[in-house]
């Protein structure tokens, strides 16, 4: 019953916080700070409708160098919810161009000044990531990327795909890695406290310098501390549900 109490309203949100998300980004069309109120506008009421417990460290994100190129494990939809808590100022996210159609959530996402990707184009592409570079380099704008490119469901970090990493060293911008525990196979929406999430952001790592050749170097140091970073707040967590359990 609580289950699909919560479906409902999550459900009522989604139209609610749609709506005014469109409103904003047709006040204020792709204004790159727009991703971060719309994120807001989603997920913190969600998180109590849910009753999801989300617990955040996330100082060097929130201290960013400026523009960066921001990555982050993809465990599920509810990411939007989960990671809209901790969306950076003038930060925009890059996406299939196929989001555009869903309604409501896709016309906010195109307004707040997003990148939708044709990816069954590869000269559109293309041309998108270099618009990307064009404005990680001149227009004091961060970019969030999903690296794995999927939803991993929370069956562990997924091999990482190579276009943001190019970005990141083309526009010689720093990597920020933001870290989420795994929540999506841990939490349980039919009871009162659902679970409890943690977020973590790591110090940036430096791109200046480097080459196309570095590629792989770097996104095998990412990958390594983030899957070390993930491994180890659940860890945590496991440890204070057991002691939450045998106090």
Known sequence: MLFLLRMLLMGLHFIVAGVLGVLLGICRPFNPDNSRLCARLYALPAMRILGLRVKMDVESLRNKP???LVIANHQSNYDLFVLGNVVPYRTVCIAKKSLK???LFGQLFWLAGN???????????RRAMLTTTHTLQHEDTSIWVFPEGTRNLGKGLLPFK????HM???????????CVSNYVTHMRINRWNSGDVLIRSLPPIPTVGLTVD?????MQTCHAQMDECIAAMDLNLVGASLLAKNP
């Not at 044709?118 to 592409?125: F, P």
């Not at 190579?162 to 990493?165: D, P």
């Not at 570095?214 to 770097?218: C, E, G, K, Q, V």
């Open 101 to 103: 159609w869903v309604p």
């Open 66 to 68: 400026g523009s960066c």
């Open 214 to 218: 570095d590629i792989p170097a770097l």
């Open 162 to 165: 190579k276009g943001a990493f």
């Open 115 to 125: 990148v939708l990707i044709d990816r069954g184009n590869a000269h559109k592409a």
């Open 168 to 178: 990141a060293i083309a526009a010689g911008v720093p990597v920020v890695q933001v």
